[in-house]
């Protein structure tokens, strides 16, 4: 029996496969993938597991997502389970839409989220045809987020019920005509859950380690990558936020908003990089109070469901920031919003993800964008 986590559940119900639907398993090769495709085939779905292929790796790199390693995992696993395993190349399209966009985020001084674009535009899109032509009901993930469907029909995305593994952050991009087809199995579950099922389950990946963040980013070098890949800037000045030249850099890239260590400037107060200006390749920082701001821009941005009047809403700008409270937003073009903060924000990056959500107990994935500014308004701390 799939443990569905519905302690926010009221009149909703989680959405599940029937026994006998036939569903397509994205495995990954972790053990969240293969509690996901253990626990369909228990409830007697006919499973297909299908693995990513994405990207090259070196020959030191170990795990990670969808690497040779995880791939042998995944084609392993489900020979364990008796279900058919597949393998797509979609290493070209990996790279054009995650990998390069992400090079391109560095160059504008951004600090970019590939996992959006990865679950947006390969897993919940390209893959969903695959879906298609095998003739399955349904897409399924490892992901740690919940669809419910509401007592009028409608469908709503909440975050996973285990706050230390939610990753409702990275699905802003879904949209909202494919929740229909989407199922995450373990968004109910902890991930001491998880790792328990593994084991009563018997599945090899029961103790496998969670793989890192950035998956195709070996070491987590981030600024390595991206002078691999051609993206590196020049040399240029570290400034206050006078103008005042304070030091010198070797790339703006390898710098990113609120970042502390690595600057290189040596300071009676502790300095924090404030703005990122690669076309006059400046790093510009400044003391911690300089790094509040009150109200954000986002572009790109996608509805699941529009909030109500009045309806209380939190966002986050990063994925393990703590929520705040939003005291009001405003549609500044069809893809665009503004949203003003209850109280200041620190660290405010363009290029990463405002999410908002909203509902009961603001759980429920309102929407997200890409920030794009950020400023500050009177009285922020107040609400303004």
């Given at each position: 029996m799939i443990s569905t986590g519905l302690e926010e559940r009221g009149p909703f119900a989680m959405q599940l496969p029937e026994p006998g639907d036939r569903v397509v398993v994205a495995m990954s090769g972790g053990v969240d993938s293969s509690v996901a495709a253990a626990l369909l085939v228990e409830q007697g779905c006919e499973v297909i597991g299908v693995t990513l292929s994405l990207y090259e790796t070196g020959p030191d790199v170990k795990g990670g997502c969808?690497?040779?390693?995880?791939?042998?995992?995944?084609?392993?696993?489900?020979?364990?389970?008796?279900?058919?395993?597949?393998?797509?190349?979609?290493?070209?399209?990996?790279?054009?839409?995650?990998?390069?966009?992400?090079?391109?985020?560095?160059?504008?001084?951004?600090?970019?989220?590939?996992?959006?674009?990865?679950?947006?535009?390969?897993?919940?899109?390209?893959?969903?045809?695959?879906?298609?032509?095998?003739?399955?009901?349904?897409?399924?993930?490892g992901h740690y987020a919940r669809i419910f469907r509401a007592?009028?029909?409608?469908?709503?995305?909440?975050?996973?019920?285990?706050?230390?593994?939610?990753?409702?952050?990275?699905?802003?991009?879904?949209?909202?005509?494919?929740?229909?087809?989407?199922?995450?199995?373990?968004?109910?579950?902890?991930?001491?859950?998880?790792?328990?099922?593994?084991?009563?389950?018997?599945?090899?990946?029961?103790?496998?380690?969670?793989?890192?963040?950035?998956?195709?980013?070996e070491g987590g070098r981030a600024a390595d990558f991206v002078r691999k890949r051609g993206g590196a800037g020049g040399a240029g000045d570290v400034v206050d936020s006078h103008g005042r030249v304070l030091g010198r850099h070797d790339g703006v890239h390898q710098f990113t908003i609120g970042q502390r260590r690595g600057i290189g400037v040596a300071a009676p107060e502790p300095l924090y990089v404030k703005e990122l200006d690669p076309a006059r390749r400046l790093v510009v920082v400044g003391n911690n109070d300089e790094l509040e701001v009150s109200e954000v821009s986002a572009g790109q941005f996608n509805w699941l469901r529009r909030p109500g009047q009045d309806e209380q809403l939190l966002a986050r700008v990063r994925s393990r920031s703590p929520a705040t409270a939003v005291s009001g937003w405003a549609e500044e073009a069809p893809d665009r919003i503004r949203v003003r903060f209850h109280d200041a924000v620190r660290a405010v990056a363009p290029g990463q993800s405002l999410v908002v959500y909203g509902g009961a107990h603001c759980r429920e994935l309102l929407g997200g964008g890409v920030i794009v500014s950020k400023g500050r308004t009177p009285h922020a701390r107040a609400g303004g």
């Amino acid at each position: 029996m799939i443990s569905t986590g519905l302690e926010e559940r009221g009149p909703f119900a989680m959405q599940l496969p029937e026994p006998g639907d036939r569903v397509v398993v994205a495995m990954s090769g972790g053990v969240d993938s293969s509690v996901a495709a253990a626990l369909l085939v228990e409830q007697g779905c006919e499973v297909i597991g299908v693995t990513l292929s994405l990207y090259e790796t070196g020959p030191d790199v170990k795990g990670g997502c969808c690497s040779p390693d995880d791939i042998s995992d995944a084609r392993r696993l489900c020979g364990d389970l008796g279900i058919p395993h597949y393998v797509l190349n979609y290493r070209d399209r990996f790279n054009e839409l995650v990998i390069e966009p992400f090079v391109d985020s560095y160059n504008r001084g951004e600090t970019p989220n590939p996992c959006v674009g990865c679950n947006t535009f390969l897993k919940f899109d390209l893959l969903l045809d695959r879906v298609v032509a095998l003739d399955a009901r349904w897409l399924v993930t490892g992901h740690y987020a919940r669809i419910f469907r509401a007592p009028e029909g409608g469908l709503r995305l909440l975050a996973g019920v285990d706050p230390a593994k939610d990753q409702s952050y990275f699905l802003w991009g879904i949209r909202e005509q494919v929740l229909s087809s989407l199922c995450f199995p373990i968004g109910g579950m902890s991930k001491e859950e998880v790792r328990e099922a593994a084991s009563r389950l018997g599945l090899r990946t029961r103790n496998k380690p969670d793989s890192q963040d950035v998956c195709f980013v070996e070491g987590g070098r981030a600024a390595d990558f991206v002078r691999k890949r051609g993206g590196a800037g020049g040399a240029g000045d570290v400034v206050d936020s006078h103008g005042r030249v304070l030091g010198r850099h070797d790339g703006v890239h390898q710098f990113t908003i609120g970042q502390r260590r690595g600057i290189g400037v040596a300071a009676p107060e502790p300095l924090y990089v404030k703005e990122l200006d690669p076309a006059r390749r400046l790093v510009v920082v400044g003391n911690n109070d300089e790094l509040e701001v009150s109200e954000v821009s986002a572009g790109q941005f996608n509805w699941l469901r529009r909030p109500g009047q009045d309806e209380q809403l939190l966002a986050r700008v990063r994925s393990r920031s703590p929520a705040t409270a939003v005291s009001g937003w405003a549609e500044e073009a069809p893809d665009r919003i503004r949203v003003r903060f209850h109280d200041a924000v620190r660290a405010v990056a363009p290029g990463q993800s405002l999410v908002v959500y909203g509902g009961a107990h603001c759980r429920e994935l309102l929407g997200g964008g890409v920030i794009v500014s950020k400023g500050r308004t009177p009285h922020a701390r107040a609400g303004g």
